[in-house]
């Protein structure tokens, strides 16, 4: 920790703050600067008891109190420098191919889904996603089949081949979902859910975690340590846009987290741009720009009759324009590299 | 729902677009304007299909689509005209008095908890706060004392008299923590959780529904719907913050929300300044702020030894300073015509 | 500055990061913690060059680099202890009475300017407020009466005695509108100007500075040092409003900035609620907060005809809604110990 | 207009706002649904009063006024359905060929100049970039060489026959920039400036507009209206980022600004990731994400040594990083089709 002092302190002053730094089990070490004096408190931040409460504690004499350690661990490239790979039904997430989870936003029915899901195998995606719970921000939208589209889903994952990820939105149907599901989603509103996310790694399936609307990185990559501090340590974070003051867009995709976390951890990083824009006319643009800047994979709503959608029809592609997609991404995919 | 053209549309598009917003059950109504046509679709929204992906249905007619009807039912002024009032212990929030909730961050143990109840107590505060179940961003971080933090609230309970209010989790504590509180809070993290708000509305308790981060008062509303459509009137917005992008305070504390909720809804509200701004030095000014604008009540962290604190040091009040509070603010609760 | 290692540095690295930073000028002190080394580069930061290239140039071996100096001078309460206060015609601005300025978003023409002049005057009102040069978002709307509103201004002046503030919009204007005005008007979208700025405290007349929509409040305070660093000491700095993600207002009103500007600067503070809602029915509320909280004035938009208006309609009280916020302000201005 | 009334609104009440709706030039059309009755008020939203302060005027009958016609117009694909391109010194942007404009922030001496604009010649950019006006936060910051640095932009033009770009700040310099510059950039903070903006235009050189920091694209698009209106159809936007809460960029690039503005508009689309991240570490992918997602240019910042820089050294490449990512971008542009 370093506490800035005040500009005009006196000695006196100084030294109860010193005193207090020691009794919270710092050791202090001052540095007398040009306009300021400056106090590096040495010892563990993630063990110690925080500083932050000194400049309330000192109005007149502390200014600013920075921490220095960074607070996550697990999820760090210093604790593991190379990528974590996930294995899911012979799919690998973080390897050299970029993976492509389609499907649509809800679980509807049996000829919906089975549709969507040989469709999108056809045209290469190797995981289905769909939602059996859904969050609706009002009670009076469809709320999900519940097990019935996770039966649904698992008699597709049987017809096709296809992985299955599915959102758990409740610690009661953690079980039930990871009987299911090959991968857990847990959603940006349930993103802090911190109960959630230790009920979901203890199920011991991968969780894609997706960022919150208002989450800042270090926020996020804190919420994924709550997944490997559990013994869980198939996590992968997912982009899907964060909430801003703009409105043409549903939210704003952030493209520039995929290379901050690839920089900071060792997990995954998977782009959502069907709710990082909520119109599938952008949809394709952010597919190629999340490929280029280094996602190891796409989840992308799909439906076979967007119009019809029970949720969120504004922003599915059709499953021609799926297939469209996919033969665009191409290029793109060879540019970075990649399968 | 309004369904705007585009300017150049043929009219054999024209006609396939209102073909469809008849197959989806609305009667259309054109109306051709100087620059632009426009449909109106007549319907209830709220039991109908949505016609939002018409614009991705038909890219080359539709411009974009508004809808007209509120999405929120219960909670709204419409449906209750009156303002709805609450009572607790003998405590009423929403009525002419001006309630104040106080108590530290989390309960940390017995002596700390009881020193804290009887001196909120004794400055005049009705309702105990405390959390024995901490939501932290990080899992290295105090969690909450659980079951035996909850035992210290009824035991400071039984010794002042004071209501307590607590946060709820976790669907699965709903019945143990609505066991010991009179009053259960759902957290910013939460606000969208709505399996935790089902599960807590159906204990029957009195709900405080704090505003999420980047909640929109609309969907805050919705959140709100989901308490009163299961069964349970005793519903209470909190305001305590959005996060913007001013990093001086730990949130920006949107004080608008106060009139605007009590425009639109019938439901008490509170005013958080501890959360809502992060700085114990800003929380006076806040209260006032807060009073002045028909606050129903305050929300405040208050510890014996903020510097001791385990969890938000920084934004709690001393008692001493909790006392000097109440007494300045007097003179605003009186100008605001209330007691 | 602070410059944070990376935990795994080699000590040959730590060398060459050290000699950096010697040859910029400052002289390096390490203090070697739990996790991470530390240095304090101890040097003058607001004379010498900045750090924060260290982590680019040094990506193996710098984590973070941190300033320790406030960034601000000749606003901040350091260099000034006291309030300052700003006199116009008999009008101080920062002392213990609560100013109101008040006025049409436009000068539209001589009936409506002397029609509220009047009002506003005998509500109360020492200040007029109306734009003669108006910033609009599009080229196609009203853009101002110009050198002739300016006219009509001063003639609202003579007739009522009240001081005129107008908005400046161009450098070249600068002499022209401190012809005219009493106080001189920097709008959000020009509030890091600086050229503006510069022009406008060469005029030596008072500025009302406002707020950006995306500005940090520090970023503020040193937009006001370009005026005082151009030696005029007249500055106010006008809240009105931050660009959040919330729709139901228009800006979102931060009075959170109140308390903090009063405690950084020494300078009046003004806030702004017709800009800071963009909704008239607020007004009032935002007024008794704004009030509460310390404001040292208030800038109200008002027109004789809000529905008539040339520009912000739904935003202007109509002088009856004027006349009523003036009484039913009173009892806040008593219960925050101003007149 | 679309006109929203109340549900419980009154015969009478209705028959005042349709009498004020005609009064204001519009005809009223009214539409009686299941839960609200809706007016369409039929006439030039452009070119008649704005009806939004109805809201105001009726606040009993009214609930919400919406407009339906877009504000843009010469800027728009319709007035202009094919792409625009811009010739400057035998570079077209907009065309096929994805230009790269580069240099240093600021302009700061010969050497420094010559060193990069050579270099950057060498990798392969087209227009040099260099600040010779630098608006800064702090006054106590470098302003700037002026003149000077414009007479070192030439003289680097004249050595190596590239194009030069250069930011103008003042109206008072349009005539002294436009001299020098190829192509005159309006910078972020004053991208709402509309007297620059319009000063800028008139000097017929093209205009690279920066997005604002908090800045709808419609607001931007208006911006760009100022420009071709003022008679200069040499228009291109460039997207920098937006201000976010995410503190560990400096800015949040919004690259779906890329397609968008392609789609609603036939300007040229520049992209900026120096100060779109602020990191020096994150340009490369934020450049391999533009030319992905269409971007027409790029606007990079190169400085010989960026640890020197008089101005945000952490944002600019070396020469050595620049010619890497040149070779390294070329994969993705021809994958985008361009060259």
């Known amino acids: 920790m370093i506490i800035v002092f005040k500009s005009n302190i006196t000695r006196k002053k100084e030294e109860a703050v010193l005193k207090e730094i020691k009794r919270l089990g710092y050791r202090p070490h001052i540095m007398r600067g040009v306009a300021r004096t400056v106090v590096g408190a040495i010892g563990d931040e993630l063990t110690h008891?925080?500083?932050?409460?000194?400049?309330?504690?000192f109005p007149d004499a502390v200014e600013s109190v920075m921490p220095v350690q960074k607070r996550f661990k697990l999820v760090s490239r210093e604790a593991h420098?190379?990528?974590?790979?996930?294995?899911?039904?012979?799919?690998?997430?973080?390897?050299?191919?970029?993976?492509?989870?389609?499907?649509?936003?809800?679980v509807e029915?049996?000829?919906?889904?089975?549709?969507?899901?040989?469709?999108?195998?056809?045209?290469?995606?190797t995981v289905l996603r769909g939602g059996a719970f859904k969050p609706r921000t009002s009670p009076y939208e469809f709320q999900g089949l519940g097990e019935k589209g996770l039966k649904l889903l698992a008699k597709a994952r049987k017809e096709t081949g296809l992985a299955v990820i599915t959102e758990l939105l409740s610690e009661d149907h953690a079980e039930l979902v990871a009987e299911y599901a090959d991968i857990i989603q847990i959603g940006a509103r349930n993103?802090?859910?911190?109960?959630?996310?230790?009920?979901?790694?203890?199920?011991?399936?991968p969780i894609l975690l997706k960022r919150g609307l208002a989450m800042r990185i270090e926020e996020w990559l804190l919420s994924g340590e709550y997944v490997l501090?559990?013994?869980?340590?198939?996590?992968?974070?997912?982009?899907?846009?964060?909430?801003?003051?703009?409105?043409?867009?549903?939210?704003?995709?952030?493209?520039?987290?995929?290379?901050?976390?690839?920089?900071?951890?060792?997990?995954?990083?998977?782009?959502?741009?069907s709710q990082g824009s909520g119109?599938?006319?952008?949809?394709?643009?952010?597919?190629?720009g999340a490929v280029a800047m280094g996602a190891d994979a796409l989840l992308i709503e799909v439906h076979p009759n967007p119009a019809e959608a029970l949720s969120d029809g504004a922003q599915q592609l059709s499953l021609k324009g799926f297939a469209e997609l996919m033969v665009e991404l191409k290029p793109f995919i060879a540019a970075a590299g990649r399968e």
Chains 1, 2, 3, 4 share one sequence.
């Not at 029915?109 to 995606?125: D, F, I, S, Y």
């Not at 119109?279 to 190629?288: E, F, G, Q």
């Open 49 to 57: 008891k925080s500083l932050e409460a000194l400049a309330t504690q």
């Open 81 to 106: 420098p190379a990528n974590s790979t996930i294995a899911v039904r012979g799919t690998v997430i973080g390897g050299r191919k970029v993976q492509v989870m389609a499907g649509p936003c809800s």
């Open 109 to 125: 029915n049996e000829k919906q889904l089975l549709a969507t899901a040989h469709a999108v195998r056809a045209a290469g995606a």
């Open 191 to 205: 993103s802090q859910n911190f109960q959630l996310l230790i009920a979901a790694a203890k199920t011991g399936k």
């Open 229 to 273: 501090s559990n013994g869980n340590p198939g996590l992968m974070f997912c982009e899907r846009g964060i909430r801003t003051f703009e409105t043409c867009t549903r939210n704003t995709l952030d493209l520039s987290a995929v290379p901050i976390i690839k920089k900071e951890s060792h997990c995954p990083v998977v782009v959502d741009p």
């Open 279 to 288: 119109r599938a006319d952008l949809v394709i643009a952010m597919c190629k």
